[in-house]
């Protein structure tokens, strides 16, 4: 009989991965149904908890039928559509500008690289400090995310 010490290693390993992947699996699945069911305890026990078909129920009409979602969604797709709009305008250009020509993909093959390499959370506090907390600062980070 083989144990886990004179098996084959990756063997006992894929075993020991899955039955952790599946055992992961199944508490995920217990943790969501029991929080299910206490809502839905709680919701018979005091009058103030909605039961979760209520609460569907009610963010069904008031977001998506009477449009009450559909303004803050587009508020907030807005500057990340258009950040995606120039970064892919640019950075096609750029690319096939530098795919094209020799000489500029090795005078600025190396700064773009190095601006590839900055943290696009370092970005972030200058692009504030330039637009402040506005959508522009926030279009200009998706231009910054997208074009590399």
Known sequence: MRTLFNSHPVTALRGGLQSDVM?????????????????????????????????????????????GFRSPLGFSLQPILEGFGIAAAAGVTVGLWLGLSQFWRDVLGPPLNGLFAVPRIIVYPVLLAAFGVTMTSEMWLAVIAAFF
Do not use: D, K, N
């Open 23 to 67: 055992l992961v699996v199944v508490l995920r699945i217990a943790v969501v149904i029991a929080t299910v069911l206490g809502w839905i305890v709680g919701s018979h026990v005091s009058p103030l908890i909605p039961t979760p078909y209520e609460t569907v129920r009610i963010l069904y009409r008031e977001l998506f039928t009477s449009g």
